[in-house]
């Protein structure tokens, strides 16, 4: 059973910059597309961005485009975000999961306890 564990949240002002980690332990994750989701409080959770198997093919919602980036280094089996020019509506808990190809609906039924990011103004 794969197991995600998420890191490099914190506390940043506005217009800062944070990145975070996913490490996959259990299984390879390699031939997956990942994602990263985000959940604000007494908010679903929502795709922010995906990355393909090789890491050639990125994604994002509008909101975060040109400010994030997403990469991942298969070797470490691991995956990462780097968020530029923070904003208060950024501050979420930042999951990660595999993701489907067509619909970046997420693939794994068991998520990491994700990382707290929070934006002051």
């Known amino acids: 059973q794969v197991q995600l564990v998420e890191s490099g949240g914190g506390l940043v002002q506005a217009g800062g910059s944070l990145r975070l980690s996913c490490a996959a332990s259990g299984r390879t994750v390699s031939r997956y597309f990942m994602g990263w989701f985000r959940q604000a409080p007494g908010k679903d959770r929502d795709f922010v961005a995906r990355?393909?198997?090789?890491?050639?093919?990125?994604s994002y919602v509008d909101s975060v485009k040109g400010r994030f980036t997403i990469s991942r280094d298969n070797a470490k089996n691991t995956v990462y975000l780097q968020m530029n020019s923070l904003k208060p509506e950024d501050t979420a808990v930042y999951f990660c999961?595999?993701?489907?190809?067509?619909?970046?609906?997420?693939?794994?039924?068991?998520w990491g306890q994700g990382t707290q990011v929070t934006v002051s103004s």
């Open positions: 999961n595999a993701v489907t190809s067509d619909t970046s609906s997420p693939v794994f039924a068991s």
């Open positions: 990355i393909s198997p090789g890491g050639g093919a990125t």
